[in-house]
């Protein structure tokens, strides 16, 4: 591509395809561009060819290379691709799970005496961030309602550094008002980070909807295949330079092999999302019209949380979405998600394979109810799915099955 212009006024499909691919990457000197990806540059040693050359390494660049933890082509072009599938960003940075990305993140923006406020419905593992890493460090962690804008104004104050937003939320896929808390947040000096795992820049333009920092577990989607771990720090200037030489000082290095294999599945996310989506939203209409479920949690079905929110602002969906059976016991969910033949049992998601977990919401949430508003107390025992790329039909009937033991495990306890 001539220019950097050109490049983002294509389609996300063929940015998709065209992004990291530098033919310095992958090529030799001789033969630039001489294959479709870069190779895996397997190195922690990077040679100089004299003292010369040694002494005059340029200062702390991008994409030179100087020493194995700050990578070599193969990291680079996977750090480059998530950049420029994400409109407004200056930078990417890697990191060896979602978590240490977020970690990453939070201990480049805070400092002791900081308050960090975070949705309530964010990922359990974030959550225990703020409980534990942080409190450690000298900030305080408050948590405020995902779909209440007066939660989160209450929650601020004169130390409030930064607000963790996750959209839709773990476990109960409330899709938050991310443009509107981007804007409070920014109004008040706060700095804004999202937990863009479920959407992907692909569904979610971060950036571009007022967010400093967007945050991926590229464990789910980017890889796609349940083999490998990663995350992802994406920004703009102001941000991206911090995180990445915070990220340097804490040591933080991918290995060429596992960003190889990401860049594979990158290459492919956008039809497997577009097929998990598809497949969700048909399995998530169905489960709506049983009598034995109470509510269906996914973001792309009308009456979700936030789904009106949804429409508004994403592009796209993906596979994961929740429902919450009408009444019954732990036990008889726990028999359910036992009785699907078709659904791994893993914490996980994003993958090819279809999953099954529990949800159970009341134990982690503090600021905001759970059954949600609206909802009947006696229903609060659910199921997370990640929809794979499994047939459809299949799926629906393993549920059809799942609900029958369900059923009968009610009858036998009653
Ligand atoms: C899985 C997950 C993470 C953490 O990612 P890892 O790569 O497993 O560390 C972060 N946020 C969300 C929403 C997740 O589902």
């Known amino acids: 591509m001539s220019s950097s212009d050109d490049f983002d006024a294509l389609g996300p499909a063929t940015r998709g395809v065209l992004a990291g691919r530098r033919k310095g990457w992958t090529g030799t000197p001789e033969h630039p561009g001489a294959v479709v990806n870069p190779a895996v540059w397997r190195a922690s040693t990077h040679l100089y060819s ?28 996977l750090a480059e691709a998530l950049t420029q599938l994400e409109p407004g960003a200056s930078g990417t940075v890697l990191y060896p799970s979602g978590v240490a990305a977020i970690a990453g993140v939070l201990l480049t923006v805070l400092r002791p005496g900081d308050v960090l406020l975070m949705t309530d419905n964010a990922y359990e593992p974030s959550r225990a961030m703020g409980r534990g890493l942080l409190r450690d460090f000298g900030v305080e962690t408050r948590w405020f309602d995902p779909t209440d804008m007066a939660s989160f104004d209450a929650a601020c104050c004169e130390r409030t550094r930064c607000v963790l937003l996750e959209s839709p939320g773990s476990l109960t896929m409330e899709v938050q008002d991310v443009p509107a808390l981007a804007a409070a947040a920014k109004a008040r000096g706060i700095v804004s980070v999202l937990d863009n795992t479920w ?16 945050v991926m577990s590229l464990t789910k989607h980017v890889s796609g295949h349940s083999d490998c771990m990663m995350g992802s720090a994406s920004a703009g200037p102001e941000w991206y330079r911090k995180l990445r030489l915070r990220a340097q000082g804490l040591g933080n290095v991918v290995s060429p092999d596992d ?23 048909a399995i998530a209409q169905w489960l709506d019209g049983r009598p034995e479920v109470a509510r269906v949690l996914c973001p792309m079905l009308p009456g979700s949380p936030g ?71 006696a229903d609060q025992f659910g199921v997370r799915l990640s929809i794979g790329l499994e047939d459809t039909a299949d799926l629906i009937a393993d549920l059809e099955r799942g609900l029958a033991v369900w059923a009968a495990a009610l009858g036998e306890q009653a």
């Open 307 to 377: 789904h009106e929110l949804w429409q508004r602002d994403f592009s796209g969906g993906c596979g994961l979405f929740s429902f919450v059976l009408k009444g019954g016991t732990s036990a008889a969910r726990d028999a359910l998600i036992d009785g699907l033949e078709l659904f791994g049992i893993g914490y996980s998601w994003g993958g090819f394979e279809s999953l099954a977990t529990p949800v159970d919401p009341a134990s982690i949430r503090t600021a905001s109810a759970w059954p949600l508003a609206g909802m009947d107390a």
């Open 259 to 281: 960003a190889s294999l990401m860049l594979r599945g990158l290459r492919t996310m956008k039809v497997r999302l577009e097929a998990e989506t598809a497949s969700a939203l």
């Open 199 to 214: 959407a992907s820049p692909l569904g979610f333009a971060a950036l571009a909807h007022g967010v400093d920092i967007s």
């Open 50 to 77: 004299d003292m010369a050359a040694l002494r005059a390494h340029p200062a702390n660049e991008d994409g030179r290379f100087y020493y194995g933890r700050r990578g070599g082509p193969t990291q680079w072009a």
